[in-house]
């Protein structure tokens, strides 16, 4: 049968190639080697339960990493080929029948680990799929407090969707750790997320409405529609992405126009409806008939009725108007007639306040435009100061003692090189990047004379230019944005970029080691005695939660995420000083070189390790230098996904693909240059770039151009020549993936061959000899090629001439041949046999 490829969505992708390689059923396996890898769970479980689990390459994983005599079941609604050291069945999850059969296969065991891969009928409607992805996984989670063990570990997969927040609220509940991840084998364009959750609680009694799907994703009615920005400014428009509004199908909504001049709320109704209807009901409508009389029901009143999503806010300030007309003729309360609306509640719609709603808003947002660009100046300030007294104390220019000492004498106040002046005037910013200005007299007076104005002269121009920094902004995303869209290599580049060069980070932020570990603690000592051991008894009940801080249950469930827990207790975020980074992408740009150069010379392999190890104390030493200014992220080792590549000698597996590199390697292996060399050439005035406050289109720019031009040789530039001719030189992709093939199948039949070979030597009621004389006709069958059967000709005669393709009841090879060669072929025979006689 022909592989079906599905290549609209770039299935058959590496993770699908290794898979077929190393005998996965699917690439899904990779999921599962990447969670573990990260969380070291199946390593120490001896029971595990794999819901949805067809094809089985989860329970292939589980099977090899979990160590022998493991128990493993796998259930899926579809049926699964037999798995060596699995049991297998097939069942819905959902089902009483499931849960029975798992109780069979477990016994009294528990299982350490439920992994829950599930995932539904999927392609329907979206909203639907990822609902029905969330109440899987919450029915696989049923089973998991059902069947796993304390302190076990259960993994799902779940959607990004509003179903995910309270399912994470669910989750944390039961569990001590939880974390979202997403493995680098899981495609981008998947919104599948995996939750690993650690540490089960094991509660003796869980309150069965947080197993429940109605109660647990019940709060999903979106708000209530932001109906005031549908009317007050209609040209604004949003598109709704998230489909319907809960119970709400219609397309099109039509009211009677009464009921517009009747209702408390007339923005809801312009904001959802379609169209304000003046034809009569069945019963007939007094005040309909009336409304459609009155002479302020114009012509354009009534046009405007007819569709409402068509209208502007001209119309819709028309509509309100007359809206409040009609009831003034019909007796209804407004503001102008002064009676008691508000006793009575009834809210009436001002037209005027929306000129003066919208000029609030406009001074609002003036307001707060102002007091952001004012913070972003002084942060920007703030910064660059920090910056220049880190440099030159890095230069040895400032002792530490003088940074944040009041600038006096003679760099104070009244100094003749006065720097305040310099700063006003904007010169200093110039001085910084090392251009020699004069700060004239008339630039002082001037700079003074700003300085005396109640505002101090900066708003104005500070304002212009921050205008014009955000409008550069602006069109430099538009340019990119275009550009992606006409370049696929710049989307690829960017897209690079964003995911930091592959490397993946789990979604949720760290929980600190130790505080994880101090609350695994608590629950072991509090273990003892059950009475006071809240988790255990009846959990959180869901009603009595009360309101935290003002914020609805939805709310709370969202910030109670593990990741908003660290902004909660301290307040504070984690400063990494733009300098600091700055250094040390000079001292990884130099480790990467390291590597590079590494791959040439294998003898400098140890130095490259000294030089890290020295690099890094470097930059250590520094940091405590600092006083603290800046804090830096230490590198999680265990974030990393992707290992440095070794050979099988332990080396590192290094490629060389530019000529600088090439050169340098030349330059190190020959002894022309040493690797404290390399490391020095790495300290320039391109490591110590200020980024802090640039904007991002000047950024792109300088990293493109603003680089040193290393020398190159020319062995090396022919070198790497070579290496891109071979490269390019290599089969197509065709011919690579038969060559694969082929010695994919050669592995399988090596396989089987051994195993064959294995219950060959161990049966017991066979001889040695027998066994060597069995094995080796085994071997030499396999050896044996296939006759391989000659092609059969078929004469392109009668109803298979001039034909495409392969010609009716001709099974096997084949070879279409016509009808007169092979007449003249016999001819030529027996003109040659003639002529021998
Ligand atoms: C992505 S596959 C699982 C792949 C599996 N982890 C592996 O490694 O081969 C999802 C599976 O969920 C199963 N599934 C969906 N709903 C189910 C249900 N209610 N009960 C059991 N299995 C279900 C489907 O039959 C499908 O085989």
Not at 583 to 609: C, I, P, Y
Not at 716 to 743: D, G, H, S, T
Not at 797 to 803: A, E, Q, T
Request: glycine residues 6%; hydrophobic residues 35%.
């Amino acid at each position: 049968m022909a592989i079906q490829k599905k290549h609209g969505k770039g299935r058959l992708d590496k993770w699908y190639k290794l898979a077929k390689e190393k005998g996965y059923r699917a690439r899904a396996a990779f999921k599962l080697i990447q969670l573990n890898k990260k969380y070291g769970f199946l390593e120490t479980s001896k029971v595990l339960l794999d819901l949805c689990a067809a094809p089985g390459s989860w329970c292939q994983v589980a099977a090899e990493v979990m160590p022998v005599n493991s128990l493993i079941v796998g259930v899926d609604l579809a049926p699964i080929k037999p798995i060596p050291r699995v049991i297998t069945f097939q069942s819905d999850i959902t089902t009483e029948k499931c849960r029975a059969t798992i109780r069979q296969h477990l016994k009294t065991w528990k299982a350490d680990t439920v992994l829950h891969d599930g995932a539904p009928n999927v392609g329907t409607a979206w909203a639907q799929d990822s609902f029905n992805q969330a109440e899987l996984a919450l029915q696989s989670m049923k089973l998991a407090t059902e069947f796993l063990i304390e302190g076990g570990t259960f993994v799902t997969k779940v959607f990004r969707s509003k179903d995910y927040n309270p399912l994470l609220w669910v989750l944390n509940q039961l569990f001590t750790k939880v974390e979202a991840t997403k493995p680098p084998s899981s495609r981008n364009v998947s919104a599948e997320i995996f939750v690993v959750c650690r540490g089960f609680k094991a509660p003796k009694r869980i309150d069965p409405r947080f197993l429940d799907p109605r109660y647990v994703f019940a709060e999903l009615t979106g708000a209530t529609p932001n109906n005031e920005a549908k009317v007050y400014n209609p040209e604004v428009k949003k598109r709704k992405r998230e489909g319907y509004d809960e119970g709400d199908y219609l397309l099109f909504k039509e009211v009677p126009a009464s009921e517009f001049i009747q209702t408390t709320d007339p923005i809801a109704i312009l904001g959802s409806c379609n169209k304000l209807a003046f034809s009569q009901p069945l019963g007939g409508d007094i005040a309909l008939a009336a409304l459609e009389k009155l002479p302020e029901t114009t012509e354009e009143i009534r046009q405007c009725c007819q569709d409402l999503k068509v209208l502007g806010r001209k119309d819709f300030k028309l509509l309100l108007k007359w809206r409040l007309k009609a009831r003034d003729i019909f007796g209804f309360s407004t503001k102008g007639n002064g009676q008691e609306e508000d006793a009575v509640g009834e809210e009436v719609v001002e037209v005027e306040s929306m000129d003066e709603e919208l000029r609030i808003q406009e001074e609002l947002q003036n307001m707060k435009d102002k007091e952001t660009s004012k913070k972003k100046r002084e942060r920007r300030k703030e910064n660059e100061k920090k910056q220049r007294e880190v440099v030159r104390m890095q230069l040895n220019m400032v002792a530490p003692m003088d940074i944040g000492m009041e600038e006096s004498g003679p760099i104070g106040e009244g100094a003749m090189f006065s720097m305040k002046a310099a700063d006003k005037s904007g010169a200093l910013r110039r001085l910084n990047r090392g251009k020699m200005v004069v700060v004239s007299d008339r630039a002082q007076t001037a700079a003074h004379k700003i300085a005396e104005r109640p505002d101090g002269g900066e708003n104005e121009s500070d304002d212009e230019e921050d205008l014009l920094e955000r409008e550069l902004d602006y069109m430099y995303d538009d340019y990119r944005e275009r550009k992606a869209e006409a370049d696929a290599k710049y989307r690829v580049k960017k897209a690079k970029e964003e995911r930091g060069d592959d490397e993946w980070e789990g979604l949720s932020a760290e929980e600190g080691a130790e505080k994880s570990d101090s609350s695994e603690l608590e629950e072991e000592d509090s273990s003892d005695d059950e009475e006071d051991q809240p988790a255990r008894s009846l959990l959180v009940d869901l009603d009595s939660q009360p309101l935290t801080d003002g914020l609805s249950k939805r709310a709370s469930a969202f910030f109670s995420q593990n990741i908003f827990k660290d902004f909660a207790t301290n307040g504070k975020g984690i400063d990494i000083n733009g300098n600091g980074f700055a250094q040390k992408n000079a001292v990884d740009g130099q480790f990467r070189e390291e590597k590079h150069l590494n791959g040439a010379d294998a003898g400098s392999n140890t130095r490259v390790d000294t030089l890290k190890l020295t690099s890094q104390d470097h930059f250590q030493e520094d940091n405590d230098d600092d006083d603290g200014n800046f804090e830096v992220v230490k590198k999680n080792e265990s974030d990393d996904w992707e290992e440095e590549k070794r050979l099988p000698d332990g080396k590192l597996d290094i490629d060389i693909i530019t000529a600088e590199a090439m050169t340098l390697a030349h330059q190190l292996a020959t002894g022309q240059k040493t690797s404290h060399d390399a490391i020095d050439d790495g300290f320039n005035k391109h490591a110590f770039r200020d980024k802090e406050g640039l904007p991002e289109w000047f950024l792109d720019d300088e990293g493109k151009h603003d680089r040193i031009q290393k020398p190159i040789t020319k062995a090396a530039a022919n070198a790497i020549k070579e290496k891109l001719r071979a490269f390019n030189a290599r089969p197509i992709k065709k011919v690579r993936e038969a060559k694969a093939r082929k010695k994919f199948k050669a592995a399988q039949k090596l396989e089987r061959l051994k195993k064959k070979s294995d219950m060959l030597a161990n049966d017991a009621g066979m001889t040695e000899k027998e066994k060597a004389e069995s094995i080796a006709k085994l071997l030499s069958k396999a050896a044996r090629k296939k006759p391989t059967q000659p092609a059969k000709l078929v004469v392109a005669r009668g109803s298979n001439r001039g034909i495409q393709g392969r010609p009716k009841g001709v099974k096997g090879r084949y070879r279409m041949v016509d009808p007169r060669m092979k007449k003249e072929l016999r001819a030529q025979k027996r003109v040659s046999q003639k002529k021998k006689r």
